[in-house]
């Protein structure tokens, strides 16, 4: 069964140039004849994808070649500029952690407010609260505002609540340069939970050995297009003798 479906995902996102180009600077240009409308930038070029229920999906490419983008698409932070995107199923995105949080609300309150976000009811977030918490280890910052914790400790929050409440679709990139070592462990033993259960996981890593050995498939992209698709082992060869 389909979860994920993207079908001619394009994205073009504003220049510097045209961030900057200002009302007087284009009424100028327009008298002198010489205005030329600031050119897009294509960070995603028709993308065609289609995952299914329990795939392990790797994307991997070179700095700012789309991944990360590809991921917002999917959960729907970005809106593509053409195309479409059907998902089917709850999805938890470890992507930016923590950045969806309310700095003045409580830890606590947070944690209700992300889970009810996911569809989750605020009963089943308050019984789910403990757990969260006592995974992030953050026990004692409960009725704290956010604004008061580090990075890391928001960090380890995101993670802690998106993976306690059992998505049909886990969306990760890089999530596990998350903490100290200990932590990062604990993230690791709880990611491959994911795996065992047969649960649909796209994951943005460099990686490239964590992707061989624990994806179906992977995609490589470069400068916003699909290069390859296929099994994981194919696309990482593929990419590593393109950088020869």
Not at 229 to 242: P, R
Request: glycine share 8%.
């Amino acid at each position: 069964m389909e979860l994920i479906r993207l079908d001619r995902v394009s994205l073009l996102r504003r220049t510097q140039e045209e961030y900057s180009y200002d009302l007087k600077k284009t009424i100028l240009s327009f008298l002198e004849g010489k205005y030329r409308k600031p050119a897009k930038k294509v960070v995603l070029d028709r993308i065609d994808l289609v995952v299914e229920a329990g795939e392990k999906v790797g994307i991997i490419g070179a700095n700012g070649s789309g991944k990360s983008t590809l991921l917002k698409v999917i959960c729907g932070i970005l809106q593509p500029t053409s195309g479409t995107v059907r998902v089917r199923g709850q999805i938890a995105p470890l992507i930016e952690l923590g950045a969806g949080f309310d700095p003045e609300m409580s830890v606590m309150n947070n944690i209700i407010f992300y889970g009810v976000l996911l569809g989750f009811s605020k009963a089943e977030m308050l019984q789910r609260t403990p757990a969260i918490l006592e995974f992030a280890e953050l026990q004692d910052y409960a009725l704290m505002p956010v604004k008061a914790l580090s990075s890391g400790m928001v960090a380890r929050l995101g993670f802690a609540i998106a993976t306690e409440v059992h998505p049909d679709i886990l969306i990760l990139d890089e999530v596990l340069s998350v903490g100290d070592e200990s932590f990062k462990n604990k993230c690791k033993r709880r990611i491959d939970k994911f795996w065992e259960a047969n649960a649909t996981v796209l994951v943005v890593s460099h990686d490239l050995g964590f992707i061989q050995q624990s994806c179906d498939r992977a995609i490589w992209l470069k400068k916003g297009e699909i290069q390859f698709s296929g099994s994981a082992e194919d696309a990482v060869k593929t990419y590593l003798s393109s950088l020869v």
